[in-house]
């Protein structure tokens, strides 16, 4: 079974504190993204990437980076964590080249920034 | 990538079919249409997808018109299991490279009472 695993399932944090938000996949697929998810605002993209080092912006980047060292890991930066940050952060993984491009989700990261 | 609309809510009960309608008025040649289903603190999960016509798969139908400027989910005698979030989305297969990424809304909240 394909799976998408996020490191964390709940992370508290500090405003001001570089925090890292990790992303497996064993699925070899070329695309990940992240989203945050917030009530009554849906799932927002904030970064995705097509390939090993590259990234392209999604609607909400300002405050996040993203890195891509290797195909199965997709991090996702906040380089200096704010309150407004505290969300449910999802990643997720898709193979661009196939008719079914369906993404498969991770189970999310709640994140509290104080 | 097209905008979609798409009830805030529904609400059902046990055994009844659930039809939930997306408009999708600037839906562009190449896109498909692509439905997700999202359980509490739980990241979205592909149900089904489709480019016109009826496709119907163990989970849901998804019936398009010709025009595709529209489409709807069926769920078959819906379960209390049913109640979630059901995203609609509407997007290209980005060309041969497979660059995309998806824009989820805020979805349909159906809530199936017993």
């Known amino acids: 079974d394909v799976k998408v695993t996020q490191s964390s399932r709940y992370l508290v944090k500090r405003t001001g504190e570089k925090v890292f938000l990790e992303c497996v996949q064993d699925?070899?697929?070329?695309?990940m993204f992240w989203y945050r998810q917030d009530p009554g605002l849906g799932l927002r993209l904030i970064y995705f990437?097509?390939?090993?080092?590259?990234?392209e912006k999604g609607d909400i980047p300002e405050g996040y980076s993203v890195s891509r060292e290797k195909k199965e890991r997709f991090s996702l930066i906040l380089e200096s964590a704010s309150t407004n940050q505290t969300s449910m952060y999802l990643c997720?993984?898709?193979?661009?080249?196939?008719?079914?491009?369906?993404?498969?989700f991770g189970s999310g990261t709640r994140l509290t920034v104080v | 990538l097209a905008k979609t609309t798409q009830p805030i809510s529904m609400d059902s009960y046990e055994g009844q079919e659930v039809n939930i309608t997306c408009s999708h008025n600037?839906?562009?040649?190449?896109?498909?249409i692509t439905w997700y289903q999202q359980f509490p603190s739980q990241g979205p999960r592909f149900i089904i997808q489709?480019?016109?016509t009826k496709v119907t798969n163990e989970v849901a139908s998804l019936f398009i018109p010709a025009d595709r400027k529209s489409s709807t989910l069926s769920l078959p005698r819906v379960s209390l299991s049913d109640t979630a979030v059901y995203y609609c989305?509407?997007?290209?297969?980005?060309?041969?490279?497979?660059?995309?990424?998806?824009?989820f809304g805020s979805g349909t909240r159906l809530q199936v009472q017993p």
């Open positions: 997720a993984g898709g193979d661009g080249r196939k008719t079914y491009y369906g993404y498969t």
């Open positions: 699925m070899d697929h070329e695309n």
């Open positions: 990437s097509y390939d090993v080092k590259m990234k």
């Open positions: 600037n839906i562009a040649t190449n896109d498909y």
């Open positions: 489709g480019y016109k």
């Open positions: 989305l509407v997007g290209d297969h980005g060309g041969d490279t497979g660059r995309r990424a998806l824009t």
